[in-house]
């Protein structure tokens, strides 16, 4: 019985460690069998980044100007054109005193910005109209349109329609007759108008009778 004995405690730990390396490779081997069995994950759709958002952000606001400038060309391609082709509508320019040629339906005058004070709930336009033809003309009518000026830098089609929209028109009789070779003075207001409601003006002549010397 004391042999037996002696035996097995010489054998436990023999088969204690046995144990604890068997113990060791089932847990390697199931730690292995988990791994193996989780599935694939599937890759998430990739984002665009900060930089191609900003890209695209940047493309869409040259694109926007690119339009801008073209409907501002053809405007102003517009107005080239007509200037070319005709004067009988001229710009008055406040800020200078030179003469600019005008049309009218019976001849050709010239029109020199004089002065322009402010009058009542207005201002009193000051013009000089030079006659360079030998045939004078008995009396005239002006039809002048005034509005603040537009920013065509800032051109779109709304605000191009509010600002037309804001022009104001009237026409003006004179009895006086324009005399042949010379510069002749005539006066005009326009009301209302604030000073910063002058910055565009245009101006048109018609002529009715001419006067000529008979032989």
């Given at each position: 019985?004391k042999?037996?004995?002696?035996f097995i405690?010489?054998?436990?730990?023999i088969?204690?460690l046995?144990?604890?390396?068997?113990?060791?490779?089932?847990?390697?081997?199931?730690?292995?069998?988990?791994?193996?069995?989780?599935p694939?994950s599937?890759?998430?759709p990739?984002?665009?980044s900060?930089?191609l958002?900003?890209l695209r952000?940047?493309?869409?606001?040259?694109q926007e100007?690119?339009?801008?400038l073209?409907?501002?060309?053809?405007?102003q391609?517009?107005?080239?054109?007509?200037?070319q082709?005709?004067?009988?509508?001229i710009y008055?320019d406040?800020?200078?005193?030179a003469?600019q040629?005008l049309?009218?339906n019976?001849?050709?005058v010239?029109?020199?910005?004089?002065?322009?004070?402010?009058?009542?709930?207005g201002?009193?336009?000051h013009?000089?109209i030079?006659n360079p033809?030998?045939?004078?003309?008995?009396g005239?009518?002006?039809?002048?349109?005034w509005?603040?000026t537009y920013?065509y830098?800032k051109?779109?089609?709304t605000?191009?329609?509010?600002?037309?929209k804001?022009?104001?028109?009237?026409?003006?009789s004179?009895t006086?007759k324009?005399e042949?070779?010379v510069?002749?003075?005539?006066?005009?207001?326009?009301?209302p108008?604030?000073a910063?409601q002058?910055?565009?003006?245009?101006?048109t002549?018609?002529t009715?009778t001419?006067?000529?010397?008979?032989?």
């Open positions: 019985m042999e037996l004995r002696a405690i010489r054998v436990s730990p088969i204690s046995a144990v604890l390396i068997t113990l060791a490779c089932l847990s390697s081997g199931a730690n292995g069998q988990t791994k193996m069995a989780q694939k599937s890759k998430t990739v984002q665009p900060e930089e958002t900003q952000a940047e493309i869409s606001r040259l100007r690119v339009t801008k073209e409907n501002r060309l053809a405007f391609e517009y107005l080239l054109k007509g200037k082709e005709k004067h009988d509508q008055l406040l800020t200078e005193h003469f040629r049309d009218t019976s001849g050709t010239l029109v020199s910005f004089e002065d322009a004070t402010p009058y009542l709930n201002y009193k336009i013009l000089t030079g033809s030998s045939m004078g003309y008995a005239y009518k002006l039809k002048v349109r509005a603040k920013d830098n051109y779109t089609e605000s191009y329609a509010e600002w037309d804001s022009i104001q028109e009237k026409e003006i004179f006086e324009l042949p070779g510069w002749n003075p005539a006066e005009f207001i326009l009301s108008a604030a910063d002058l910055g565009y003006i245009t101006l002549i018609t009715n001419v006067s000529l010397h008979t032989k």
